[in-house]
C-alpha cells in the first residue's frame, strides 16, 4: 500500500491510498467466494463455483465493491496510523479510482488553537447598583399583582380591563371569534395585536370598536403571525385595576414581614443579588469572547461546525419533546424545513465552537485539573444530598458520563473564576474545600471505579462543548 499526503486549509488532510495488487486480489476472491453463497450458479453448489465464473455473473464493479466494503476501513486505519495523525471525527471517501485502485480520504484533524498574551488584556466589572426607581417599579409590580378589579363608568385608560365580543376577520375568509374575550388594555409598546391600545382608550361600555391591522410576523399564534386582519371589539363590561396601598398592612399580608421597610430591604438585597449576577455573567461572557479575539491561531475542520450544528438542533428538538410539541407541528408553524431550521443554528455553532477551543486552550495553558479524589469526594457528596437509594448511588458511582461530566463542570468553573481573574486582577475567590475525610460518612456502600477510571476522568475533563443558551 502506497500512502500520499495533501494538507488543506482547516485541520483536514487528504490521504491518496494506492492499493497494489497483491493486497487487491485477496479482497476480490474472498468477494466472490461470498458471492458464491448468495446467488444460484447453475453447475455448482452453493459456495463453490470458481472465481472466473462469479466474476462473469456478477461482474468486476460488483466484488470491487464488496471487497472494499471489506477491506477499506483498515486501509484507512493503516494509512491514517502510518502517518502518525489524530482524527479529529469520521474519515470521509472522496474520491475513487479503479485502476490502479485509488482511495482518496479526507481526514479532519485535531483543531489548531493559539491563544494570544491574554495576561495582557484588561476588563472592567460592570457596577451593580439598584437604583431607586427599580425598587420603587418592582414595589408597583407587587401591587399590580394583587391589584383588584372595579367597574367603572368613565373612558377606558390603559390597564383598564375589558370584556366582551372580539372578532377577527382574517385577509383569507378565516373567522376568529371569542365571546367572553377579556382584554386588559396594553400600552402601545407592549400590545401584541397592533392597534388595540389606541382604539380601545376612549371607548366605553355598549360602544363596538373597529380596526384594521396587521400581525406582527412573530407574533406567538403561527395561524395570526404576519396576517392581516379587521378587528371587532363588542364592549359589554369595563373595569380598571384597584393597586393596594403600600403601606405596613400591605407588607404583612405579602409574608414574614414587620412593615413596609422591611419589605423594602428585603426587596432591595434580592435586586442586588440579580444585578451582581447580571454583572458576573456579564464579565465572563465579555472574558471568554476577549480569549476568542485573542487567539492568535483558531483554526479546526468544518466538520466541527456540522456536529456542534447537530447537537444544538437535537438539543432544541429534545426541548420540544418534553414540552410535548412535535418537530412537525413547530416546523409548520415556523413555515421552514429542517435543513433551513438547522442552518439558522450555524452562526451560534461557530460561536460555541471557538468558545469551546479556547477555554480549552486556556485550561492547558493554564493546568487547571480536577483530581480523581475530587470527583469521588463531589460525586459522594451528590448522591448523599439526592438521598439517593442504594441501586441509584451505585449507578452514577459507576456511569463514567455522569464522573466525566462532573470532572468537566468542575474543571470549567475553575477555568472560568482563573479567566475572570487573570483578566480583572481580581484574586480568585476561594473554592469550597471537599477533603474526603470530611465528608459525611455515605448511608449505603458505594462502589469505586478503578484507578485508571478516575485518572481517564480527571484527564478527560478539559471543558465540556459551550452553548449560548444556559443549559
Not at 36 to 60: C, E, Q
Not at 294 to 315: F, H, S, T, W
Not at 329 to 337: K, R, V
Request: hydrophobic share 35%; with cysteine; charged share 35%.
Amino acid at each position: 500500500m502506497k500512502v500520499t499526503t495533501e494538507r488543506l486549509e482547516d485541520c483536514v488532510i487528504n490521504l491518496v491510498i494506492e492499493v497494489e495488487e497483491e493486497t487487491l486480489q485477496p479482497a476480490l476472491q474472498k468477494a466472490a467466494r461470498q458471492a458464491s453463497t448468495r446467488f444460484n450458479i447453475p453447475g455448482f453448489r452453493k459456495g463453490k463455483a470458481p472465481y472466473d465464473m462469479v466474476l462473469r455473473l456478477v461482474g468486476k464493479e460488483y466484488l470491487l465493491q464488496e471487497a472494499l466494503d471489506e477491506m477499506a476501513p483498515d486501509l484507512v486505519t493503516q494509512a491514517i496510523e502510518e502517518q502518525e495523525l489524530e482524527p479529529y471525527s469520521r474519515p470521509q471517501l472522496t474520491n475513487l479510482e479503479t485502476d490502479p485502485l485509488r482511495l482518496t480520504v479526507s481526514v479532519p484533524l485535531e483543531p489548531e488553537v493559539e491563544l494570544g498574551d491574554y495576561r495582557e488584556v484588561h476588563l472592567e466589572r460592570e457596577p451593580a447598583e439598584v437604583p431607586e426607581e427599580d425598587i420603587q417599579k418592582a414595589m408597583q409590580d407587587m401591587r399590580r399583582e394583587r391589584a383588584v378589579r372595579e367597574p367603572i363608568e368613565r373612558p377606558l385608560q390603559v390597564g383598564d380591563t375589558v370584556t366582551g365580543r372580539l372578532t377577527l376577520e382574517l385577509e383569507d375568509g378565516e373567522t376568529k371569534e371569542d365571546e367572553e374575550a377579556v382584554i386588559t388594555i396594553p400600552t402601545p409598546e407592549e400590545e401584541s395585536l397592533p392597534g388595540l391600545s389606541e382604539h380601545l382608550v376612549g371607548a366605553t361600555v355598549g360602544d363596538v370598536v373597529e380596526f384594521d391591522t396587521v400581525f406582527a410576523a412573530d407574533h406567538r399564534d403561527p395561524e395570526l403571525a404576519g396576517k392581516p386582519a379587521h378587528v371587532t371589539v363588542e364592549i359589554a363590561e369595563t373595569e380598571e385595576q384597584v393597586l393596594p396601598e403600600l403601606n405596613d398592612e400591605f407588607a404583612v399580608m405579602l409574608g414574614d414581614y414587620d412593615d413596609l421597610e422591611s419589605l423594602k430591604a428585603e426587596l432591595k438585597e434580592r435586586l442586588e443579588a440579580a444585578a451582581k449576577q447580571r454583572s458576573e455573567d456579564s464579565l465572563r461572557r465579555r472574558a471568554v469572547e476577549a480569549l476568542v479575539e485573542g487567539a492568535a491561531v483558531m483554526k479546526y475542520p468544518a466538520v466541527a461546525v456540522e456536529e456542534e450544528m447537530d447537537r444544538l438542533v437535537a438539543a432544541f428538538f429534545e426541548r420540544l419533546t418534553s414540552a410535548r410539541i412535535s418537530k412537525n407541528a413547530y416546523l409548520q408553524a415556523m413555515q421552514i424545513s429542517e435543513d433551513q431550521f438547522r442552518e439558522q443554528q450555524r452562526q451560534t455553532a461557530e460561536k460555541n465552537l471557538k468558545e469551546g477551543l479556547a477555554l480549552r486552550a486556556f485550561v492547558k495553558a493554564e493546568n487547571i485539573q480536577a483530581t480523581p479524589e475530587e470527583l469521588t469526594a463531589r460525586i459522594e457528596r451528590t448522591a448523599n444530598q439526592m438521598g439517593a437509594t442504594n441501586s441509584s448511588i451505585d449507578s452514577v458511582i459507576r456511569s463514567p458520563e455522569f464522573r466525566l461530566r462532573m470532572a468537566n463542570n468542575l474543571v470549567l468553573s475553575r477555568a472560568m473564576s482563573r479567566l475572570v481573574s487573570v483578566l480583572t486582577g481580581e484574586p480568585e475567590p476561594p473554592e469550597e474545600e471537599l477533603p474526603l475525610e470530611d465528608m459525611p460518612a455515605p448511608t449505603v456502600n458505594v462502589v469505586e471505579t478503578t484507578e485508571g477510571e478516575d485518572e481517564a476522568a480527571a484527564e478527560g475533563a478539559s471543558v465540556p462543548e459551550t452553548s449560548s443558551e444556559e443549559e
